[in-house]
Structure formats: C-alpha cells, structure tokens
C-alpha cells in the first residue's frame, strides 16, 4: 500500500476550510473532512486514474464542494501538494514542489 505525505500547507488548507464551512452550518466541515478522506482514498486505490494539471501532478476533483486535492505520485507515495478551492487562482501552489 502507498503512504500519503501531506504538505503542510495542503493540511492548513483542509483545516481552514473545513473551519468556514462549520461557521456556515454546523457539522459541514466535518462533511468536507470525510469527502476528502474518501478522496484521498480513491487515489491510493487508483493514482492515475485523475486528471493531469501539471507535469506530474494530478487533481481529484471533490463532488461535493469546490475544490480538488492537488498530488503527485513518487517513490511510492503519494504526496498531497494542495487542497485547492477550484475558483481561485489555480497556479498558486506550484512553488511547493
């Protein structure tokens, strides 16, 4: 099985956003947490079965909400670059390769 790596950055992102979407309603950040996960879950299973956006990197897109969790694969792992809010600029965490 393949280990995940998140950038720490990546992490906050998750965190910061499930943080507003509890002030919008209780119990949504947690809905966010668990689509992620699920996410992150269909990657282990599948890494290359999502889009490219870079050289590279790969974008599983949420069903849920809007944003996708941004990875590339290496060395056997994966390495969770962004949690990416997909109407923002979409180029912002390329320095963190």
Do not use: N
């Amino acid at each position: 099985m393949k280990r995940v790596v998140f950038h720490p950055e990546a992490k906050a992102e998750l965190v910061t956003a499930a943080r507003w979407y509890d002030a919008q309603k209780q119990g949504l950040g947690r809905e966010l947490r668990e689509e992620a996960e699920a996410a992150v879950s269909r990657i282990l299973a599948a890494p290359e079965a999502f889009g490219s956006v870079r050289d590279g990197e790969r974008c599983h897109q949420l069903h849920r909400f809007p944003y996708g969790i941004v990875y590339r694969v290496e060395s056997g792992r994966i390495h969770i670059v962004a949690v990416m809010h997909l109407h923002r600029d979409p180029q912002y965490w390329e320095d963190r390769i």
